[in-house]
């Protein structure tokens, strides 16, 4: 299957500060992403979603200004939390997937978790 | 809306046996698919199977199998043979044909005991 790296897998940071947590997809052209949040032994909760030039789509209840998303390019899209506070603290995984793949599969990348002190 | 169900939080089993991962969803839509994704320890996300709804024959994928019953509207995964790298939590997910959005079920934390 086709690969996704997220960068960085782990990040700490204090309170107040922002985070910005990188999306590649590494072997083909990603004209969608997504971004999920997951809690400790919960599903999947579907963030946002993202295609290549245009803006993201937020679910309801997630703040857009909170969680900045930027898919400026086919292979890269970046989840910017601003202003992090502790219960921001989460693991965050992102998908790609692509017009040209069959059932338009999702491919994930392996998540960062995030800590904010 | 669509929904996703399984109604098993967690499942234990020893190794070599078979067990048997409950879902089941709900859509107005004919045409979509489902998976059942692997998250292990590591909580990378691992596509098990997939199933078009229009085929009739039920997916399977080695060990992976699956009991799709689209009038009932159940997906189950039948683990055969299950081994201790099968232990994880296990989503039911679904997406209608044409859409972007997978929607998840709760997850079924499965751990198979040596």
């Known amino acids: 299957g086709a690969v996704v790296s997220q960068h960085p897998s782990r990040v700490i940071c204090k309170s107040g500060t922002s985070v910005k947590i990188e999306c590649r997809s590494l072997d083909f052209q990603a004209t969608t992403m997504f971004w999920y949040r997951q809690f400790p032994k919960k599903s999947l909760m579907l963030m946002a979603t993202s295609n290549e030039g245009s803006k993201a789509t937020y679910e309801q209840g997630v703040e857009k200004d909170k969680f900045l998303i930027n898919h400026a390019s086919l292979t890269l899209s970046t989840l910017t939390v601003t202003s992090a506070h502790p219960e921001d603290s989460s693991f965050y995984i992102c998908?790609?997937?692509?017009?040209?793949?069959?059932?338009?599969?999702?491919?994930f990348g392996p998540g960062t978790r995030l800590t904010v002190l | 809306a669509q929904t996703v169900t399984q109604s098993q939080p967690e499942m234990s089993v020893q190794e070599a046996e078979t067990v048997t991962l409950s879902c089941t969803y709900d859509?107005?839509?004919?045409?979509?698919?489902l998976f059942w994704y692997k998250q292990p320890p590591s909580r990378q996300m691992i596509l098990v199977i997939r199933q078009e709804a229009y085929k009739q024959q039920n997916a399977t994928e080695n060990r992976f199998s699956v009991n799709f019953q689209k009038a009932a509207k159940s997906f189950s995964l039948k683990i055969s043979d299950s081994q201790l790298g099968d232990t994880a939590m296990y989503f039911c997910a679904s997406l209608i044909q044409g859409a972007q959005k997978l929607v998840f079920g709760q997850g079924t934390r499965l751990t198979i005991n040596p």
């Open positions: 998908s790609a997937s692509s017009t040209a793949l069959a059932y338009n599969e999702q491919f």
């Open positions: 859509t107005s839509e004919s045409n979509y698919y």
